[in-house]
């Protein structure tokens, strides 16, 4: 039985739903496929308004950091402590992410040493520091869009999963490494709160389910 599952089934039955971070192929995703029907969509933040509002599940890696050329705009330990009395834990655990990888667009880089940008969710940002430290960051919201635009040439490197650089084009495996994250399973507290901060604006629409 996945980490989760039997906790999940106790406090919400066989029809659960799990919000996560989308789109398909995404780590969150593969953990999710293990607990119940899962619903993607475009950011952890989103998941967790939603599971919210229907009294469902998110599932959440406190990895989760955005961020724009000024620096973080957002964490999950900001996003934990904008729902206290709202949602709570339900489990914690470890697990490993699918295999991961630096990739080069061939077309753009003959090897690490050639690449000017890397593609990456600024969750994996150590990587792009240990294989490329002297290129250009262009951050995305998930590993699967960092692939998309290494593939489609707006980045000469990316960061992403193995199954997911595989499936694309003109892209060369340079490094692989098999980390491991945390996964944080939320339900919404039994004892609500007042005082609910409003959702940002724009994070609200599920992007698969």
């Known amino acids: 039985m996945v980490a989760g599952e039997g906790l999940m089934r106790a406090a919400g039955g066989n029809s659960s739903t799990i919000f996560t971070l989308g789109p398909a ?4 995703h593969h953990i999710a496929k293990g607990l119940g029907d899962v619903t993607l969509v475009d950011s ?13 599940f998110a599932l959440v890696c406190p990895g989760f950091v955005e961020r724009a050329e000024s620096g973080i705009t957002d964490s999950w330990v900001s996003l934990h402590f904008r729902y206290f009395g709202r949602m709570r834990i339900l489990k914690a655990w470890t697990a490993p992410t699918k ?15 050639d690449v ?10 150590a990587f792009a520091e240990r294989y ?19 593939e489609k040439g707006n980045a000469a490197a990316c960061i992403g999963s193995i199954d997911i650089v595989d499936s694309a084009k003109n892209l060369k ?3 692989v490494f098999y980390p491991e994250m945390l996964w944080c399973l939320y339900q919404r507290d039994a004892v609500d709160q007042e005082g609910f901060p409003e959702p940002r604006a724009g994070a609200c629409n599920a992007v698969e389910q």
């Open 44 to 56: 952890f933040p989103t998941a967790m308004r939603l599971a919210w509002e229907s009294s469902e």
């Open 132 to 150: 490329v430290p002297s290129a250009k960051h262009v951050y995305v919201g998930a590993k699967p869009l960092a692939v998309a635009e290494a």
């Open 99 to 113: 295999p991961m990888c630096i990739a080069v667009n061939m077309h753009l880089a003959s090897g690490l040493g």
């Open 25 to 28: 192929g995404t780590d969150a």
């Open 173 to 175: 495996i340079e490094e």
């Open 116 to 125: 000017e940008s890397v593609a990456l969710h600024p969750s994996t940002s």
